[in-house]
């Protein structure tokens, strides 16, 4: 952010690894004054002892979170967050906690996988936002920063579900931004490509490091996704080639973009799913993924 005295508070959720964990770092550097949450608590204690900044690591505090427990339970954690830091509530809510499958073929998924996947990545989240929401209004403002993904922007095969539930929240989050705009409340949603994180987790469509693709490192996202909300970006793409121009060509020649899209929906499928391949944009231009 531009100065540490916009950030107040951050509230981060999925904190406790990939991406959350470096956006904690980040954060915790530009002064900000930190609510780490995620359901691993040990996970969170190790996070925040390495943070290093204002109020780094003393005045970090970590709310347990589990986004699948229900409204009820979800309204006591707003409760407890908002009253953390007297007189500040919370000025950003960071949705980064999110569950992901291994791919596999649309028709394959299990219910607990879909229903998993949807209490977690949009029932949870949702239910999250019209919590903190309120408060936010009240303060006389707020920012949701909503990680989402480029299988968000792109429908991307073998990702069915995952894609299915970050296109919900680009649906509510962008209706949630031009209900209340005018009254204070920001939205800034970001779609990582092929992201390398320390751990082979985070929000990614490919965290295989194998594979030929090119992935952002998670310090690189992070940056690049608090220059984002801080200037209060409606939505930020990032990744490197050629996953980006595939989201531009369905985004701009949406014609061509399901061309290729249907092209080599079904290889991806199937070249992900055997052992020591991992399937490559490349595939779009002709170029072959090397099998072991």
């Known amino acids: 952010m531009s100065s540490a005295k916009q950030l107040k508070v951050v509230w981060i959720t999925g904190a406790s690894r990939g991406i959350g964990e470096v956006l904690a770092k980040q954060f915790a550097n530009l002064d900000a004054k930190l609510i780490l949450s995620a359901r691993n608590e040990a996970e969170l204690e190790r996070v925040k002892n390495e ?10 505090k970590v709310l347990p979170l589990d986004l699948a427990s229900g409204e009820e339970s979800l309204k006591h954690v707003v409760e407890q967050a908002v009253s953390l830091f007297p007189g500040d509530g919370v000025d950003y809510l960071v949705h980064n906690a999110a569950y992901e499958r291994p791919k596999s073929k649309a028709t394959d998924a299990t219910e607990e996988i879909l229903k998993t996947t949807f209490d977690v990545n949009v029932f949870g989240t949702i239910t999250l936002t019209k919590l903190v929401a309120p408060h936010m209004l009240n303060q006389g403002g707020g920012h949701f920063v909503v990680i989402s993904s480029a299988a968000g922007k792109v429908s991307s095969s073998g990702q069915a579900i995952y894609s299915a539930s970050k296109h919900a929240l680009h649906g509510y989050f962008h209706s949630l931004r031009s209900e209340f705009c005018q009254k204070g409340i920001k939205v ?26 090119k992935h952002v490192s998670s310090e690189r996202c992070a940056e690049l996704t608090i220059i984002a909300a801080s200037h209060n970006l409606k939505e930020a793409w990032i990744s490197h080639q050629p996953v980006l121009l595939v989201m531009y060509i369905v985004q701009y020649m949406p014609s061509l973009g399901f061309w290729l899209m249907d092209k080599v929906g079904g290889k991806r499928v199937e070249v992900a799913g055997k052992k020591g391949n991992t399937y490559s944009w490349k595939l779009l231009f002709g170029e072959k993924t090397k099998t072991n």
């Open 188 to 213: 800034t949603v970001v779609c990582p490509g092929p992201i390398e994180t320390s751990n082979g987790t985070g929000a990614s469509t490919s965290e295989d490091k194998k594979s030929p693709e």
């Open 51 to 60: 943070l290093k900044g204002k109020y780094a690591p003393e005045d970090v």
